[in-house]
């Protein structure tokens, strides 16, 4: 059975940084495309990072700001936050694609984790 499971969200300052980390289990995903997502509330879940073999996809909002990273090895991947801003708070998503591509819903999807950016 597949499990993402994320860590490392949690209460900043605007201007602070986080680093999410997402732990996966029951596959191994170093060849396939992983990403964040993440809801604020009453709003819908939108699409935030991804990254493939070698590539990175990111939402014009946090290019700059957000990177995402993988570790093989660990079967892990991570988003590393600065500068955040009160409008990044949310609840974030690790997700994980069958296949290399992160086109598409994503096939398996993390619990969820709260990123709050005070002002």
């Known amino acids: 059975q597949v499990q993402l499971i994320e860590s490392g969200g949690g209460l900043v300052q605007a201007g602070g940084s986080l680093r999410l980390s997402c732990a996966a289990s029951?596959?191994?995903?170093?060849?396939?495309?992983m990403g964040w997502f993440r809801q604020a509330p009453g709003q819908e879940r939108q699409f935030v990072a991804a990254i493939t073999w070698s590539v990175t996809y990111y939402v014009d909002s946090v290019k700059g700001r957000f990177t995402i990273s993988r570790d093989n090895a660990k079967n892990t991947v991570y988003l590393q936050m600065n500068s955040l801003k009160p409008e990044d708070t949310a609840l974030y998503y690790c997700a994980a694609y069958m296949g290399s591509s992160w086109n598409g819903p994503p096939d398996y999807w993390g619990q969820g984790i709260q990123v709050t950016v005070s002002s």
């Open positions: 029951g596959r191994t995903f170093s060849r396939n495309a």
